[in-house]
Antibody
Framework: QVQLQESGPGLVKPSQTLSLACTVSGDSSSSGGYYWSWIRQHPGKGLEWIGC???????YYNPSLKSRVTISADTSKNQFSLKLSSVTAADTAVYYCARGPPLVFDAFNIWGQGTVVTVSS | QSALTQPASVSGSPGQSITISCTGTSSDVGDYNYVSWYQQHPGKAPKLMIYEVSNRPSGVSDRFSGSKSGNTASLTISGLQSEDEADYYC??????????FGGGTKLTVL
């Protein structure tokens, strides 16, 4: 059974880079056919898709965040990562990593528990 | 890409049926059969309830069903139960490999 677990600092200073990792257990992050995604949820608000990486290494980003986002994978650690640069208070949110069924880009049936990231000095 | 439009709240009594709407545009909901629905209880990660408009993942109750007409998708929950009380989000694929979500609907079971 595939499980995902987010990790990273819970507090980031404004203008710095937010870095999170998602560790995959029960499967390989390089398994063929899967899109590995990051999604966030602002406090008391809805969900926002940040972007994803395909097993081949191709990446896809939300246009509203594209200039600041990098998603990468480290198959040796069975992890994929999120970097969000030049953060502001508006980036304070719960960050989730997620995966969908094979070859499905837009639906997410496996989620991490989420990690709270606060941007504050 | 703007967020999909959902009602802020809906309510129903146990045993009743409710429907939550999700309105997009001809560039997302209206153009692709890639609409999903998620259930989220407080403090928990979302759970996929419906994908590709009307498909239920294994383990999801058949009380949950999805449909689409034009630019509006709908989630129907029949035989409402207390445990269905949660926030519900729709999402849709749009062009150029982008996913957008709705603002969420709070379901109250009276």
């Amino acid at each position: 059974q595939v499980q995902l677990q987010e990790s990273g600092p819970g507090l980031v200073k404004p203008s710095q880079t937010l870095s999170l990792a998602c560790t995959v257990s029960g499967d390989s992050s390089s398994s063929g056919g899967y899109y590995w995604s990051w999604i966030r949820q602002h406090p008391g608000k809805g969900l926002e898709w940040i972007g994803c990486i395909y097993y081949s290494g191709s990446t896809y980003y939300n246009p509203s965040l594209k200039s600041r986002v990098t998603i990468s994978a480290d198959t040796s650690k069975n992890q994929f990562s999120l970097k969000l640069s030049s953060v502001t208070a508006a980036d304070t949110a719960v960050y989730y990593c997620a995966r969908g069924p094979p070859l499905v880009f837009d639906a997410f049936n496996i989620w991490g528990q989420g990690t709270v990231v606060t941007v504050s000095s | 890409q703007s967020a999909l439009t959902q009602p802020a709240s809906v309510s129903g009594s146990p045993g009743q049926s409710i429907t939550i709407s999700c309105t997009g545009t001809s560039s997302d909901v209206g153009d692709y059969n890639y609409v999903s629905w998620y259930q989220q209880h407080p403090g928990k990660a979302p759970k996929l309830m419906i994908y590709e408009v009307s498909n239920r993942p294994s383990g999801v109750s058949d009380r949950f069903s999805g449909s689409k007409s034009g630019n509006t998708a709908s989630l129907t929950i029949s035989g409402l139960q207390s445990e269905d009380e949660a926030d519900y989000y729709c999402s849709s694929y749009t062009s150029s490999y982008i996913v957008i979500f709705g603002g969420g609907t709070k379901l109250t079971v009276l």
